[in-house]
Nanobody
Framework: QVQLVESGGGLVQTGGSLRLSCTAP????????MGWARQAPGKERELLAA???????WHLPTLKGRFAISRDNAKGTVYLQMNSLIPEDTARYYC??????????????WGQGTQVTVSS
């Protein structure tokens, strides 16, 4: 099992940017494929991006390049850079870990999430 801690959420205006971070114990992190998902009130959780242990990435096509996932194994951290934010991006954002590269969203390990609110 791996513990995940997200940070970097907050309130931002439309058009702004945020970078979310998620840390895990460094000695374990490189073994896991990582993902970012979000859940808005009244909606199902959706997977936004994933990065493999070898830095292969996948992004939800409907994001149209606004978000980018990356990882730094030396720091035990996965990032989600979010640009051109819109109110519809308001949600709680979660990072997740799996032992296989996962673009379906059914990750076994999840953090507690960080809230992102985009004002109009």
């Amino acid at each position: 099992q791996v513990q995940l801690v997200e940070s970097g959420g907050g309130l931002v205006q439309t058009g702004g940017s945020l970078r979310l971070s998620c840390t895990a114990p460094v000695q374990l992190f490189s073994r896991y494929h990582m993902g970012w998902a979000r859940q808005a009130p009244g909606k199902e959780r959706e997977l936004l991006a994933a990065v493999s242990t070898r830095n292969t990435t996948w992004h939800l096509p409907t994001l149209k390049g606004r978000f980018a996932i990356s990882r730094d194994n030396a720091k035990g951290t996965v990032y989600l850079q979010m640009n051109s934010l819109i109110p519809e991006d308001t949600a709680r954002y979660y990072c997740a870990a799996d032992t296989t590269f996962n673009v379906l969203g059914n990750y076994p390990y999840w953090g507690q999430g960080t809230q992102v609110t985009v004002s109009s």
